[in-house]
């Protein structure tokens, strides 16, 4: 037994440094080197250059002179230690009362007609339940109220938010979206 026990714990060992030690170094480092924006969490910073949060998790901003995203069912909403959607199918009675109202909320909150159209991302959430980005339809219908809050021109409000939409995944995946934790970072004081 001492004849394999001795190699097998010093395979255990050059494997433990190798796979353990030096490749996650060699990765990080050459991540740090060829994606220094995104190996650190895509980090998003204040004109003062403080951490506020990260493009790829979606944050809750309260008030009219804000653009909303999408419901979140992630622990207290956008709790990035409890990701999860809400896990109610599309026929679900609760589902479909909680869908309901956020519908009367959405066209209140931003003066549309009782029988105006409502983007399916406003009243719904995400699977992961962190999706930081809104269809350009929804961004569009939240930028008259975002405009009158801040005293802007709606046109500069519209022509922000189509500097801050990304086009498709790879030229034909999903689409276009605007990211609201960048795009609400953009707006003038």
């Not at 009158?148 to 995944?169: M, Q, W």
């Amino acid at each position: 037994m001492r004849r394999q026990l001795l190699p097998a714990l010093r395979i255990l060992l050059v494997l433990t440094v190798l796979c353990g030690v030096a490749y996650p170094l060699l990765v990080t480092g050459f991540a740090q080197v060829a994606f220094a924006d995104k190996a650190d969490g895509s980090l998003v910073h204040d004109a003062g250059g403080t951490v506020v949060g990260s493009s790829l998790i979606g944050q809750d901003f309260e008030g009219d002179q804000w653009f909303h995203g999408r419901p979140s069912s992630a622990g207290a909403g956008y709790d990035a230690t409890a990701s999860s959607s809400s896990n109610l199918g599309p026929t679900n009675p609760e589902l479909l009362k909680a869908v309901a109202a956020r519908v009367v909320a959405y066209r209140h909150e931003n003066g549309l007609a009782t029988d105006a159209e409502v983007p399916v991302d406003a009243v719904t959430g995400s699977g992961s339940g962190l999706d930081p980005q809104i269809s350009v339809a929804n961004a569009r219908l939240q930028a008259p109220r975002v405009a009158k809050a801040r005293n802007l021109p709606v046109a500069e409000v519209l022509a922000l938010i189509e500097r801050h939409t990304a086009g498709r995944s790879l030229g034909f995946l999903g689409e276009p979206g605007v990211n609201v934790v960048t795009l609400d970072l953009a707006l003038p004081a």
